[in-house]
């Protein structure tokens, strides 16, 4: 007879994705302001580093995560050091879970009814856009571009109903305009097919 305590016969649930409670986003002018400021942030606060590049035109980008705390102290940090070559920073508590999977553009929905777009001056406008939009109306986020190949310049990608992409953008425009960072956006209700898989 089979041993019911035996571990291997024992199921387990699969270990559910762990997202960090806030992130934080530090922009710097000069590579190696951000590469001090990147080893500032990770020795001042017990943070996971998601992503540190360098982006277009010569800038780099730091982005952490982990408890509120911690990273608003490790903003705090880079931010420091980074000084006069600091070009933006934030902090968003609570971030929306589609927040990290659109940095990688790997949210695909069946039905696309509209489009929205927000493009910005800067990568963290783009991203507290983002969170802003999807915190705000029922939409999914497809991609939050990192400023790669773009001037320096970032842009969120959502879609959903007419009605409530139109909502998420009117909050996350809000959102990059209180950065002071808002470059633009626009709303294509039933966008053509071709248009559709150029940008996914």
């Known amino acids: ?58 800038k780099y980008l730091i982005i952490v995560g982990g408890a509120v705390a911690e990273v608003t102290a490790a903003v705090a940090a880079g931010s420091q050091i980074a000084s006069d070559n600091l070009v933006d920073e934030i902090v968003i508590p609570n971030v929306h879970a589609q927040v990290l999977a659109a940095f990688t553009a790997t949210t695909f929905p069946k039905n696309i009814l509209a489009i929205g777009m927000i493009e910005t001056f800067s990568t963290a406008a783009s991203i507290i856009a983002g969170d802003q939009a999807v915190k705000s109306a029922q939409v999914d986020l497809l991609e939050i571009r990192l400023a790669r190949a773009m001037g320096g310049k970032g842009y ?8 409530a992409v139109n909502a998420a953008l009117e909050a996350g425009v ?27």
């Not at 041993?3 to 710097?28: F, M």
């Not at 960072?181 to 150029?198: E, F």
């Open 174 to 200: 809000l959102a990059a305009r209180g950065q002071g960072l808002l470059l633009g956006s626009t709303v294509i209700p039933a966008p053509h097919p071709d248009l559709v898989r150029s940008l996914l």
């Open 1 to 58: 007879m089979p041993n019911k305590n035996n571990s291997s016969t024992k199921k387990t649930r699969p270990e559910a994705k762990r997202y960090p409670q806030a992130v934080g986003c530090l922009e710097t002018s000069s590579i190696a302001s951000g590469i001090l400021a990147a080893d500032a942030m990770l020795k001042a606060a017990k943070v996971d580093l998601l992503n540190a590049n360098p982006i277009c035109p010569g």
């Open 156 to 163: 969120v990608l959502l879609t959903g109903e007419v009605a």
